[in-house]
C-alpha cells in the first residue's frame, strides 16, 4: 500500500495554525478516543511550543475504555492535560471548561491579584478532520456556528466564540493534516474513516481489520461472525475468504470486505482502540 502524501497540506495547515496560535492562550487538541497517537500529528509538537494545552480523547463511547484509562494515565505521567469525552453525547460540555480554568490557574490568579475582573481566557481547538472539533466549538458555544474553515487555505476573518463561562474561542478550529508516515497509521485512520478509505484497497482494509479483532477482540468476533474456533485463527486472508464464500455465496471479497469496515464503524464489533500504549522497551 502507498498513502500519497501531500507535503503543501501540511504546510498551509502549519502555517494557519502558527497564525492563530499568536492569538489564544491555550489549545484544545481533539484527538479521536481510538486513535491517540495516528490522530495527531508531529508538527503539532514543533509549533505548539510553550503554549498550554489539553489534550480530548474524543469519541471516548467508540474506543475500548480500558485503554482510554491507559492512554490517560500515560499523558497524564508526561504532565499532559489529558480527559476524555463523548462529545456527541454530552450536552454541556462542563468537564472542558473545568480543565480549562485549572491549567489556567497562574494567569488566573494574576488578573485576579491585579483586580482585572472581566478577563476572558482564549482558547482554539485543533485536530485532524473529523475527530469532532465543530461538534465541540458548537456544544461550548451554545449554538450551531457556521465552520466555514474546517478546510486547508479557507481564510477569513477571525471572530471570537463566546461560551457560557469566560472562555472564548476561536471561531475556526485549526485542521491538522494526519501524518501518514506508516503503513499502521494509514490503516488505522482509514478505518475509523478520519481519511477516506479510497486510499487503501478494500480487501487489505478488512484483512489488517481481521487480523487485529483475531489478536485483540477475539471473542466478539467469534460471536458476531459465529466462527467456529477453527475458524477464528485461520490466517486473516484465509479468514476473509471464508467470510465472502459465506456471506455472499461466491467471491465478492469487496462485498464481504465492505461489510466488515462497516460493521466496525458501525460499532457492531464492540468498542475498540486501534493504538496501543508504548511500553517502554516496545
Ligand atoms: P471535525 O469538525 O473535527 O471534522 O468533526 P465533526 O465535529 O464534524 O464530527 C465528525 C463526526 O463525528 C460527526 O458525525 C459527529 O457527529 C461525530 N462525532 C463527534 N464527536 C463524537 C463523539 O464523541 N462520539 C461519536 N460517536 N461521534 C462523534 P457525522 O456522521 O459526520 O455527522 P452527523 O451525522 O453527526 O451530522
Given at each position: 500500500m502507498q498513502i500519497q502524501w501531500y507535503p503543501g497540506h501540511m504546510n498551509k495547515a502549519k502555517n494557519q495554525i502558527q497564525d492563530r496560535l499568536k492569538l489564544v492562550d491555550l489549545v484544545l487538541e481533539i484527538r479521536d478516543a481510538r486513535l491517540?497517537?495516528?490522530?495527531?500529528?508531529?508538527?503539532?509538537e514543533q509549533i505548539i511550543k510553550a503554549k498550554q494545552r489539553i489534550i480530548i480523547l474524543n469519541k471516548a463511547d467508540l474506543a475500548d475504555p480500558l485503554m482510554t484509562q491507559q492512554w490517560l494515565r500515560d499523558l497524564q505521567a508526561q504532565?499532559?492535560?489529558?480527559l476524555a469525552l463523548d462529545?456527541?453525547?454530552?450536552?454541556?460540555?462542563q468537564v472542558i471548561q473545568s480543565a480549562v480554568q485549572e491549567l489556567m490557574q497562574a494567569?488566573?490568579?494574576?488578573?485576579?491579584?491585579?483586580?482585572?475582573?472581566?478577563?476572558?481566557?482564549?482558547?482554539?481547538?485543533?485536530?485532524?478532520?473529523n475527530v469532532g472539533k465543530s461538534t465541540i466549538l458548537n456544544k461550548l458555544v451554545g449554538k450551531k456556528v457556521a465552520v466555514t474553515g474546517n478546510k486547508p487555505g479557507v481564510t477569513k476573518n477571525q471572530n471570537w466564540l463566546k461560551t457560557t463561562s469566560n472562555l472564548e474561542l476561536l471561531d475556526t478550529p485549526g485542521v491538522l493534516w494526519p501524518k501518514i508516515d506508516d503503513e499502521q497509521v494509514g490503516y488505522n485512520l482509514a478505518l475509523t474513516g478520519a481519511i477516506s478509505d479510497r486510499l487503501i484497497p478494500v480487501q487489505d482494509l478488512a484483512v489488517y481489520a481481521l487480523e487485529f479483532w483475531q489478536h485483540e477482540y477475539p471473542d466478539r468476533l467469534q460471536t458476531n461472525y459465529q466462527l467456529t474456533e477453527q475458524e477464528l485463527v485461520l490466517p486473516p486472508a484465509k479468514l476473509l475468504v471464508y467470510l465472502t464464500q459465506k456471506w455472499t455465496g461466491n467471491d465478492d471479497f469487496e462485498r464481504a470486505s465492505r461489510r466488515i469496515i462497516q460493521d466496525i464503524r458501525q460499532g457492531l464489533l464492540g468498542q475498540y482502540t486501534l493504538d496501543r500504549v508504548q511500553v517502554n522497551g516496545e
Open positions: 491517540p497517537q495516528s490522530s495527531t500529528n508531529p508538527v503539532l504532565q499532559q492535560m489529558a462529545a456527541q453525547h454530552t450536552n454541556k460540555l494567569k488566573i490568579q494574576k488578573y485576579q491579584q491585579s483586580g482585572v475582573r472581566n478577563y476572558k481566557l482564549r482558547a482554539m481547538c485543533i485536530g485532524i478532520p
